[in-house]
């Protein structure tokens, strides 16, 4: 029995396809809702949906570079406590910039996106890069300065 898959099924088929399973299987699959028959009907649903996502994702992405490009502009300015020679005491977070970038810009990021290897431990401009979409990355620029 033909059947399309609504979600992924370890093993078996990924959401989207459209798979040949014995008859008992594919009841199964049916009954718990991760398959539907495979009819006219419900190919024509599952062809409408996938452009729907195809252009849903192309939006996403020119939001994403409208964002960047709107981002890059900015900067955020951290003060920091700091000794001789531009060594700041402590080390300059993820999450502090994050809420420092909210606080001057007004602007909600996610922190988990900051690509750093490790936090900023000198005085400075560093520039951070952020991950906006799997195809989009941005350029934090962060000024840190001494108090």
Do not use: W, Y
């Not at 370890?10 to 009954?31: D, V």
């Not at 999450?95 to 602007?107: G, P, T, Y």
């Not at 996610?110 to 560093?126: F, N, S, T, W, Y």
């Amino acid at each position: 029995m033909k059947v399309i898959m609504q979600e992924d099924v370890k093993g078996k088929g990924r959401k989207g396809e459209t798979k040949e399973f014995p008859q008992g299987f594919a009841n199964f699959l049916i009954k718990n809702k991760k398959a539907v028959p495979a009819t006219d009907g419900n190919m024509q649903r599952q062809k409408e949906q996938e452009q729907q996502e195809a252009a849903s994702a192309i939006q996403e992405l020119e939001n994403a570079k409208v964002f960047k490009a709107e981002l890059e502009q900015m900067e955020v300015t951290m003060k920091v406590k700091a000794g001789d020679g531009g060594r700041v005491f402590g080390a300059v977070s993820s999450k502090a910039i994050i809420e420092a970038f909210e606080v001057q810009c007004s602007v909600k990021l996610d922190k988990r996106k900051l690509i750093m290897a490790e936090p900023i431990k000198h005085l400075g401009v560093a520039r951070v890069p952020i991950t906006l979409h799997p195809d989009v990355q941005a350029t934090l620029v962060v000024k840190v300065e001494g108090i």
